[in-house]
């Protein structure tokens, strides 16, 4: 199993051990005082994060994983067991794949031993292994047989973490839908990196109908933006293949009106989908329309065309900083 494997390799990094559990006899201990350090904490790590601040998540994370051990020590610590994810996002961020695994795999571990294994929290931090080995499968100095062991522990942590959260307490397939399709689609891109499309588009075609059921149910927004990421990928799939049934079209339409609905005209991942139909209209030939949706995306940039390129790049790092990564 991947997380025994890993955990014989796995080294005390740079995190290393802290200080015993406080001892509750020899000074008073103000749990709520505690808790509200902790949340604050882990809210700084993922704001920096969001604004591309490494270094201040990374000073956040440690004195988080300081704290966890302090107060709570190392066994049965759920929060020490958050913090090894948080660190590992940090780490990842900095572009250390490696060391980001490694503590991914302490975080299952450690919410293991708190009777957690079937568990959201669990099931997150194996999704967010499996993106770890996706991103370090994709470095340009990774080939051949690397790569694909990596595109393999990919698939199994985020094959793992979707049974995890399937089997957790209180799960809901409809409220639950968003999280789990999220996972879904990054593991539908893994198999199709590792040359299974068939098996790929039986995962996305099961996230799409899951999300498309949700969303019946539950016209939110989060469901609607994971829909249309869905769509996306699923177009995106299609012409790579040669879209012989004329399907990019309507996909992309329909992403377009669910990221419209939910979150504006300028949004960059709007602008991005507005993008994406502008190439595929100019690879069908096009042209005219295809040029006519460029001028709109200037128009919603409300820019040049010489200053479009920036123009995108800042909205882009502006939705960053208002917007944690996948936790």
Not at 27 to 40: L, M, N, S, W, Y
Not at 222 to 227: C, S
Request: some cysteine.
């Amino acid at each position: 199993m991947l997380l025994r494997r890993l955990a014989r390799r796995a080294p005390s990094l740079v995190l290393g051990r802290g200080a015993p559990a406080r001892a509750f006899a020899d000074a008073p201990f103000d749990h709520v005082k505690t808790e509200r350090e902790i949340g604050e904490l882990q809210r700084s790590v993922r704001d920096a994060l969001g604004a591309q601040d490494v270094a201040t998540a990374t000073a956040a994370s440690e004195a988080l994983m300081a704290l966890a051990r302090e107060s709570y020590g190392e066994e049965r610590n759920p929060v020490l067991a958050a913090a090894y994810n948080d660190a590992a996002l940090c780490v990842k961020a900095a572009g250390d794949y490696e060391a980001a695994g490694l503590l991914l795999a302490r975080s299952v571990q450690a919410y293991e031993t708190c009777g957690m294994g079937d568990h959201a929290s669990t099931a997150t931090s194996l999704h967010n292994m499996g993106v770890c080995y996706k991103e370090h499968a994709a470095r340009p100095q990774i080939r051949g047989l690397e790569r694909a062991a990596l595109l393999d522990r990919a698939a199994e942590a985020l094959e793992e973490s979707v049974l995890r959260r399937e089997r957790s307490a209180g799960f809901d397939a409809k409220r639950d839908a968003p999280a789990l399709a999220t996972t879904q689609v990054i593991r539908a891109s893994v198999l199709r990196l590792s040359k299974k499309p068939g098996d790929a588009a039986d995962v996305l075609d099961g996230a799409i109908s899951s999300l498309r059921v949700a969303l019946a149910h539950t016209p939110v927004d989060t469901i609607r933006t994971a829909l249309a990421a869905a769509l996306n990928n699923k177009a995106l799939y299609a012409k790579h293949d040669g879209d012989a049934d004329n399907a990019a079209g309507p996909l992309y339409a329909e992403a377009l009106a669910l990221r419209e609905a939910a979150l504006g005209a300028a949004h960059p991942l709007v602008i991005q989908t507005l993008h994406n139909i502008a190439e595929h209209l100019d690879a069908a030939g096009d042209d005219d329309d295809a040029n006519g949706i460029r001028e709109e995306i200037l128009r919603r940039l409300d820019v040049d065309a010489d200053d479009a390129d920036e123009a995108f790049a800042g909205a882009a790092r502006a939705w960053a900083a208002k917007n944690a990564p996948p936790k």
